[in-house]
């Protein structure tokens, strides 16, 4: 896709986003609608891996001129590792099918880590709904951000093809984003671009509180400890 989104370029894309997606039809047509319209003269592709959905999500991925590629385990981190496998980019962009990007995101993003020197980045963001999510940015933003091996949100993830293939890309744990921002920092420089490039939102926190929402992800992150160790 080039700068109006239609399917333009010539020989490989630069960047390939990776949109792993299960029943989104009441989200993904606002994340599809702001790639389409992303500002920047690199080309790029999208590929929504659908997890077999029973509602309209691969039927509005194609409407946007998606890639749309079937996923039939219920793990995010085999999806966004199937789409990574079909992707023919140099970089590897990672968003949810609830995240939409800024017009400047491919533009901003890919000349923060050439600049750099980074193998992968995210970015500051917004994080919509109730006021309770707004902790929840600031913890991304001003806490994951600052680590010496920062946690890259699955939800908003930039990194380059070889830099995934050479740690093997999501490994099958809970927190798989915080299982492979923590391997791929061990090895590779990453860092966080200090502009908010992307929107997500808030619904787990929404719909399970704050607190219902922090127990969830220290329990797949005490899983995944488990797992790795």
Request: charged share 25%; hydrophobic share 40%.
């Amino acid at each position: 896709m080039g700068r109006d989104g239609r399917d333009d370029a010539v020989g490989e894309p630069d960047v390939s986003f990776v949109v792993p997606a299960r029943n989104e039809a009441a989200y993904i047509r606002g994340t599809l609608a702001s790639l389409a319209t992303l500002d920047t003269d690199y080309e790029y592709e999208v590929i929504v891996v659908d997890g077999s959905s029973t509602d309209d999500t691969p039927m509005i991925a194609r409407e946007y001129g998606a890639t749309v590629v079937r996923e039939v385990s219920s793990s995010i981190a085999a999806a966004r590792n199937l789409g990574a496998e079909r992707a023919t980019g140099e970089w590897l962009a990672f968003v949810d099918a609830d995240t939409r990007v800024r017009a400047n995101y491919l533009t901003e993003l890919l000349g923060f880590v050439e600049a750099n020197g980074l193998a992968a980045a995210s970015s500051y963001c917004r994080i919509s709904g109730p006021r309770r999510a707004k902790l929840m940015e600031v913890t991304i933003n001003h806490g994951f951000s600052r680590l010496e091996r920062p946690i890259l949100p699955g939800f908003n993830s930039f990194v380059h093809r070889e830099a995934f293939a050479e740690i093997g890309g999501f490994p099958a744990v809970r927190n798989e984003d915080t299982a492979f921002s923590r391997r791929l920092s061990a090895r590779l420089p990453t860092a966080y671009c200090p502009t908010v490039l992307v929107e997500s939102s808030g619904r787990r926190i929404a719909a399970q509180g704050l607190s219902g929402a922090l127990w969830h992800y220290l329990r797949h992150d005490i899983d995944r400890l488990r797992a790795e160790y």
